[in-house]
């Protein structure tokens, strides 16, 4: 299980856990699970999509960063 935290510079949308997530890279768009490798890479404009227990959410953003480690992934984004 990821531990999964979005941010925008309004507000805290999301900070909880999930099974995976799936960001639009400027490289491209990669899926995010458990026992991901370090990474940090760019978001441009896309779904972040994330699975909790409450099913699919999916989240449009203007660009941003991700940071993965130890199964914590955060988010930092323009909605």
Same mark, same amino acid.
């Given at each position: 299980m990821? &531990?999964?935290?979005?941010?925008?510079?309004e507000k805290?949308?999301?900070d909880?856990p999930?099974?995976?997530v799936?960001?639009?890279?400027t490289l491209g768009?990669?899926?995010i699970l458990d026992?991901?490798?370090?990474?940090?890479?760019?978001l441009e &404009?896309?779904v972040?999509?994330?699975?909790?227990?409450?099913?699919?959410?999916s989240?449009?953003?203007?660009?941003?960063f991700v940071?993965?480690?130890?199964?914590?992934?955060n988010?930092c984004?323009?909605?």
């Amino acid at each position: 299980m990821l &531990t999964l935290k979005i941010v925008s510079p309004e507000k805290i949308v999301y900070d909880g856990p999930c099974e995976r997530v799936k960001v639009p890279g400027t490289l491209g768009s990669f899926e995010i699970l458990d026992n991901h490798a370090p990474i940090i890479s760019s978001l441009e &404009t896309g779904v972040v999509e994330y699975v909790t227990e409450a099913g699919t959410k999916s989240l449009e953003i203007d660009g941003g960063f991700v940071s993965v480690r130890q199964n914590e992934v955060n988010l930092c984004v323009e909605i």
